[in-house]
């Protein structure tokens, strides 16, 4: 069972919107700013997408947006496209011994 | 270009002992934390521990103390991480990573390619 929760997967048609939901608590995404993204394609080495709960790295599209309120954090990928298609990773700092979490990751698939 | 670059995949039997390694390159070595990821096959991402070849400061998730040992050689910019007792269970991908700044607790923006481990009789 993995720290932090999301769905196992989401679906959306090219153009659309999809948000990806990461649930914690108080101890690790609720309690620090240091929320991230991760994308990874199968057979690929994980890329971040999204640090500090809302910044994206340089090269990163601004199609790629996150937000957290209270201990839920989110990813927002606007005008889908094909590429997009890929597994997604949240992260948390966490106050516990453990340091950081990962949630279970999601399936994106681009109908 | 900052790059970690790991060693290549390995094949081991059950109970025999390994050590990957990762080299940084491209920026101090000693400045930033290295962390290691594990991704069994099909599975998520497990984060494992993380050390700071500066001091050699090195932190482990539970989950994991015991089971593994991170290590890292200045001199040679290179982190390892090792068993002493291999078991089929240990048959993963394994990355790892750098922080993004000099915290142990960022985002990872530099990975390495990963290694694979299998374990089989």
């Known amino acids: 069972q993995s720290a932090l929760t999301q769905p196992a997967s989401v679906s959306g048609s090219p153009g659309q919107s999809i948000t990806i939901s990461c649930t914690g608590t108080?101890?690790?995404?609720?309690?620090?700013?240091?929320v991230s993204w991760y994308q990874q394609h199968p057979g690929k080495a994980p890329k971040l997408m999204i640090y500090d709960v809302s910044n994206r790295p340089s090269g990163v599209s601004n199609r790629f947006s996150g937000s957290k309120s209270g201990n839920t954090a989110s990813l927002t990928i606007s005008g889908l496209q094909a590429e997009d298609e890929a597994d997604y990773y949240c992260s948390s700092y966490t106050s516990s011994s453990t340091l950081k979490v990962f949630g279970g990751g999601t399936k994106l698939t681009v109908l | 270009e900052v790059q970690l670059v790991q060693s290549g995949a390995e094949v081991k039997k059950p109970g025999e002992s390994l050590k990957i390694s990762c080299k940084g390159s491209?920026?101090?070595?000693?400045?930033?934390?290295i962390g290691w990821v594990r991704q069994m096959p099909g599975k998520g991402l497990e984060w494992m521990g993380i050390i700071y070849p500066g001091d050699s400061d090195t932190r482990y998730s539970p989950s994991f103390q015991g089971q593994v040992t991170i290590s890292a050689d200045k001199s040679i910019s290179t982190a390892y991480l090792q068993w002493s007792s291999l078991k089929a269970s240990d048959t993963a991908m394994y990355y790892c990573?750098?922080?993004?700044?000099?915290?142990?607790?960022?985002?990872?923006?530099?990975w390495g390619q990963g290694a694979m481990v299998t374990v089989s009789s």
């Open positions: 990573a750098r922080p993004r700044r000099g915290s142990s607790g960022d985002a990872f923006d530099i």
């Open positions: 491209g920026y101090s070595f000693t400045s930033y934390w």
């Open positions: 108080s101890s690790d995404v609720g309690g620090y700013n240091y």
